[in-house]
């Protein structure tokens, strides 16, 4: 059997677990699922996760808004996902490449975010150069937190947040090295963010 090579298909995933800290969380989650347009994207939910898959644009673009309605619950919320793109064997919901660009979710309310992220560019013997080129780009564009084991912090407004994410998941995967892995960890409304500015 011929090994499996990276995807050539420019497909991206988002497989993520939402966690609202509330006894009402069906609610919060289902809410969230129901006032977001995931149209776009190819979406399965299971007992443990939910995958979405599509363009990366309308990838990002539900992920985000997913996050959003959860967040404007007020609700403490935690979200745990990777992206990825080039996966080996890579196809199912390859029809959702053929939507045009307009995004569908488009509610601009401000919303503070703390997060991590770590890349993992596969097969990339360069990979810390790619790494810290996004880590310099998260100082430069003010949404850098902290350096930490194993993660970077990335903070500030939701919108922002993912713009950042949206951009380094771009700029980290190449030609030569197809297969990009991103993690993304992200708490909302907790208690240890008072005081924090959501400017």
Request: glycine share 8%; charged share 20%; hydrophobic share 35%.
């Amino acid at each position: 059997m011929e090994p499996l090579q990276c995807g050539t298909s420019p497909i991206v995933g988002f497989r993520f677990s939402l966690h609202p800290m509330t006894g009402d969380f069906i609610q919060v989650i289902k809410g969230a699922l129901n006032g977001t347009d995931t149209s776009n994207v190819w979406m399965h939910t299971d007992d443990v996760s939910t995958v979405i898959r599509g363009k990366q644009n309308h990838v990002f673009n539900v992920a985000k808004a997913l996050t959003l309605h959860a967040a404007k619950t007020g609700e403490h919320v935690a979200l745990s996902g990777t992206f990825s793109i080039g996966c080996p064997g890579d196809s199912a919901g390859d029809v959702y490449l053929d939507k045009d660009d307009v995004l569908l979710n488009t509610d601009d309310t401000k919303q503070y975010v703390s997060s991590q992220f770590a890349l993992y560019p596969m097969n990339n013997p360069d990979y810390m150069a790619v790494i810290y080129r996004e880590v310099d780009r998260a100082k430069e564009q003010g949404v850098f937190n902290e350096s930490m084991h194993y993660a970077s912090g990335i903070h500030g407004d939701i919108h922002e947040v993912f713009a950042f994410y949206n951009e380094a998941f771009t700029n980290a995967r190449s030609e030569q090295h197809r297969h990009l892995v991103m993690t993304v960890s992200m708490s909302i409304n907790s208690p240890s963010h008072r005081g924090v500015s959501h400017a």
